[in-house]
């Protein structure tokens, strides 16, 4: 039980499920036993924003996805546990949230770093993923790495990446 306790309180996703219904609500949190906590209370007070999962918060199941996720990692898998549940025929009730995240090499004007593989989503969050010196390197990175769907976050396991990432972090 305490092993249960301690990996809730980690970082990670879970999921809010009316299986009646078919809707469901995908969550990241840095604190997921926190944010559980929090929210069950708005619910109960009534004062959540999301007026449909009020309503339906007597159907609700939780169920925890994954836990000990970097900020990234949380955003991607976020998308991809939604995407899922979309594919078996749930609709989600916090659809605003649903974030794509698309691969794209970038050319800098630092020196320092020339060649960049970010992560852009549509509201223009970029996150680092590889530093290069050459163009081919980071293509030959983005078509290892995130030439599907992107379903985890990868690093660049090279050291001007890794020089970047100490520095930018």
Known sequence: MYDYLYSVSQSGLYALINDSDKKVM???SSNILSSIGRLIQALRENRH???ELTQDQNKLRFEILETKLDKPTRLVRHTYYSKQYIK?????YNKKLLLDYKPEI?????VAYPVLVVLR????DINVVGVFHKMTEARHFLNQYYSHDI??????NNPLTQQYLKENR
Do not use: W
Not at 88 to 92: E, K, P, Q
Not at 106 to 110: A, G, W
Not at 151 to 156: N, T
């Open 26 to 28: 995908v969550v990241q």
């Open 49 to 51: 924003p999301n007026k």
């Open 88 to 92: 078996s025929g749930y609709n989600l």
């Open 106 to 110: 970038r050319i800098s004007l630092d």
């Open 121 to 124: 989503n549509q509201r223009n």
């Open 151 to 156: 379903l985890q976050v990868v690093y660049a």
